[in-house]
């Protein structure tokens, strides 16, 4: 009976489709895992709070105009009331906060998401109040304003624990909400009784705050000097926004940040103003109807995502987009030794041993779901090493051959995880790693006749009793 190396060839083929279709398997297995995570972490920020973003303090003042105006001439002259209401602003002249966040992790099932709890001290001063002193009124128009009202607004107000404000060293009443249409979510607070709002009146005001979110924290830089100092338990923060910290350090224990920001470099102040709403990634937070279309728009901030390092499914995505290639240089390899050794593998061998390089990257996912993913990497390349070295024994006829193959099989692995570790370098890694193997194979095999080999093979496909025939 004849095996020639064309029909072997095309049995190999159908090996390898047969490994592709698993190797996209367990891709799309690792793609619904993933989906399933974002499932569970968006129930548990709708049943906590969300990514926070906090924006404030502003002091906010509405003002209404009203006056008469004549309609018609002769008999049908009549005088209709007019009104126009508008809103004055003021933003602190110098604006710093100081806070710390303690990461706690929140689970549902196996998957989880990294919630905080945030206490800051908010201290904010107004040397002036110009900006909220209305224009003087033309002839004949009654002009009126209500007193400030000082307001921060947050991203998702389900996360607001407690918040103590005092202004100018009193103690103040809070009252959740905001008078800005843009911001509705927050607290504010009242002016002062008795206390005067004119052009030269100055205010300090301290707010401490507690505030629950997940995976994301922002801030909106209104001061024309502001300056926001973090520390935080967490020690992965990865830092976002329009601003980066002009000062940092992170260790094993944590982190601190600090930021410096003046209205030169930052715009939020006029967009506040502008009517600029808040928006959490690029998504505005939800506005009152009578808001103006600006509030669309996002205002500028910074601040810090509590993320994992080391997503398994990340990762494990990554690893599989590697398999293919996995199981090309492992057939390679034992087609080399095929030859090398004039050995038979029949292709019932290479699809074993392309399953169980297959099934490595499904252990791996299953795996990193429970423990960290360097331990399901270690564990489940361990069990694919020693199985296919075991099994290599046998099929290329002998156990240091056997061991050959599993220290091969293992090397790979260790290459497969140091791309996984240096993803700005995997590129050039995976090329140097690929050029390094053809040159190993040209070095091997250049002294073979491929011609005579060929017709080596094909003879030994006849069995003995066509040949005697």
Known sequence: MKFPVAGKAMALAAVMLTLIVALNLVSDLVTERQHRLREAQQGIADSLAGNQVLVGPVLQRQCTESWKEQQGEGKEKSWVERQRDFMLHALPQRLAADGSTQVEPRYRGIFRINGYVLKATVNARWTGLETLQPPLPKAGVQQTCTDPILWIGVADPRGLRSAVATLDGQPATVQPGTPAPQIPRG?????????????????????????????????????????????????HPSFNGRFLPTERKVSDTGFQAEWSLSSLASRSGQQIIEGHGLCVGNDPVSVLPNAAPAAAQCLERFGVAFIDPVSVYVLSDRATKYGLLF????????????????????????ALVGAALALFF?????????????????????ACTLL???????VLQGWRAGAVFAAGIAGLYGLLYLLLLAEQSSLVLGSAMLFIVLAAIMVVTRRIDWYALTERLRGKGVTPSARAA
């Open 187 to 235: 607290f504010q607070v009242g002016w002062p009784t008795g206390k005067p709002v004119n052009a030269n009146s100055a205010l300090s005001v301290q707010i401490a705050v507690e505030l629950v979110g997940t995976e994301d924290l922002a801030f909106v830089p209104l001061g024309e000097q502001t300056v926001f100092k973090l520390a935080s338990d967490w020690p």
């Open 362 to 382: 499904l252990l791996l996912v299953s795996l990193g779901e429970h423990v960290r993913f360097g331990i399901a990497y270690a564990s489940a390349a361990t």
């Open 388 to 394: 296919l070295g075991y099994y290599g024994a046998h």
């Open 327 to 350: 199981v090309i240089l492992t057939f390679v390899a034992v087609g080399l030794v095929e030859v090398m050794k004039s050995l038979r593998v029949h292709p019932i061998q290479y």
